[in-house]
């Protein structure tokens, strides 16, 4: 199989033997082979870390859970890049920090969850964040990852300070359309990312 990968102001295309079941990470590690100096992450190769991402045919995804197809376009995510695949996420993981990714808790009193609630926030958890579904949203005024995890933190019941998590991204949330939510539909782990937009926008509004 045949596969370009988009190497700064260049393409290079690379053959490799496919084998079934191969995803895009287990080509990069063939072309690796080929090229020691093809530059991208890897770490759990299960779709857990979210360190794989890279664009398909201008489509961002997840290498290692993503199946290879011939004559693909591979290319780095949105941002700076530093080589080939690998962009510098210190910009995203500053904005991550806004909304405070972590239970702000009352020391003096416990915390019981309803399994109702630990049922409802349980998928928002899987969120690796990947940034796939910023990469992929039609311009929003706000992340679409970033919504899943204060969504997150603002149903928690243990939660103290609940609007500590959306003050960064409350006038981004009023300004989100309906083609924007719906555009942010394109979790790779199946997170439903428009229904949580929907209802913060609507507590908020």
């Not at 033997?17 to 082979?33: P, R, S, W």
């Not at 859970?65 to 290319?75: E, F, M, S």
């Not at 990947?130 to 969504?151: E, G, Q, R």
């Amino acid at each position: 199989m045949k596969i370009t990968i988009i190497r700064g102001k260049e393409q290079q295309t690379f053959t490799v033997k496919k084998t079934k079941g191969d995803t895009y990470l287990d080509v990069f590690d063939k072309i690796k082979e080929q090229d020691p100096t093809f530059t991208y992450r890897k770490n759990c190769r299960s779709g857990i870390c979210g360190t794989c991402g890279c664009t398909v045919n201008g489509k961002a995804t997840l290498a290692c859970i993503t199946l290879a197809q011939n004559n693909a376009v591979i290319g780095p995510r949105k941002g700076r890049v530093i080589r080939d695949l690998v962009v510098d996420e210190k910009k995203y993981f500053d904005e991550l920090k806004t909304i405070k990714p972590f239970i702000i808790k009352n020391e003096e009193k416990d915390h019981v969850m309803m399994p109702s609630i630990v049922d409802r926030i349980n998928h928002s958890q899987d969120c690796v964040l990947c940034a796939v579904c910023d990469d992929n949203s039609k311009d929003t005024p706000v992340k679409p990852s970033l919504i899943v995890k204060a969504w997150q933190y603002f149903v928690d019941t243990r939660e103290a300070e609940k609007h500590e998590h959306i003050t960064a991204i409350h006038e981004g949330l009023l300004k989100l359309t309906p083609r924007q939510i719906k555009s942010m539909e394109t979790c790779p782990l199946h997170i439903p990312i428009a229904s949580k937009a929907k209802e913060l926008k609507r507590l908020l509004e």
